[in-house]
């Protein structure tokens, strides 16, 4: 369930970005650049990204929205203790395309944000499970899901679930297939 005081906190950080965008003067360009100063990629990339699961859908849409800096791409793999190049094969994003933003501390498209964030709410997810089934102590719920994100799955035919994050429908079927496990409902 999302919870209600994360979401406060986020809303008014988020209102500050979108009052900056509104008010550049120049368009496109440095529009996305007033949504990157280092405060708003502390907050997207500390407290949003990593806390997504417990926001509300609004704020979770609005911060898709805004983009996330490229460089949460590295941050997310490093996390995971997975290779960048996997992590950016199973979400279907260009290496170019995001080294590329990464040089330029660019954020992602909204397409973009919403995969590496898919991924992010799974972590939420996993953590949440395991809260809630168990002792979480020493438990590091990102290293996990890389790791059951790369393993085949007789309920996905063999495939990985990996190979199904590249878009939103298949994310959405993960994360569904990865709640089963905490019931056992599937094995």
Do not use: C, N
Not at 57 to 63: F, G, K
Not at 110 to 117: A, F, G, M, N, W
């Amino acid at each position: 369930m999302a919870s209600a005081k994360p979401a406060s906190k986020a809303a008014a950080p988020l209102r500050d970005v979108h009052v900056k965008k509104a008010k550049a003067a120049d368009g496109g360009a440095s529009t996305r650049a007033k949504a990157a100063t280092p405060a708003a990629r502390k907050v997207v990339t500390v407290v949003e990204a990593q806390k997504l699961h417990l926001f509300d859908p609004q704020s979770r849409i609005s911060i898709i929205r805004q983009g996330i800096p490229a460089s949460s791409v590295g941050s997310l793999s490093a996390r995971m203790g997975m290779p960048k190049e996997a992590l950016l094969s199973s979400l279907g994003l260009s290496r170019a395309t995001i080294s590329r933003k990464e040089r330029a501390a660019a954020l992602l498209s909204k397409d973009e944000s919403e995969r590496v964030l898919g991924v992010e709410s799974m972590i939420g997810m996993v953590q949440r499970m395991v809260e809630e089934s168990g002792d979480p102590v020493h438990f590091d719920a990102a290293r996990w899901l890389s790791e059951w994100l790369a393993g085949p799955l007789p309920a996905l035919g063999g495939e990985t679930p990996a190979s199904y994050m590249d878009t939103f429908e298949g994310q959405r079927m993960v994360a569904d297939l990865l709640a089963m496990t905490q019931s056992g409902a599937y094995a």
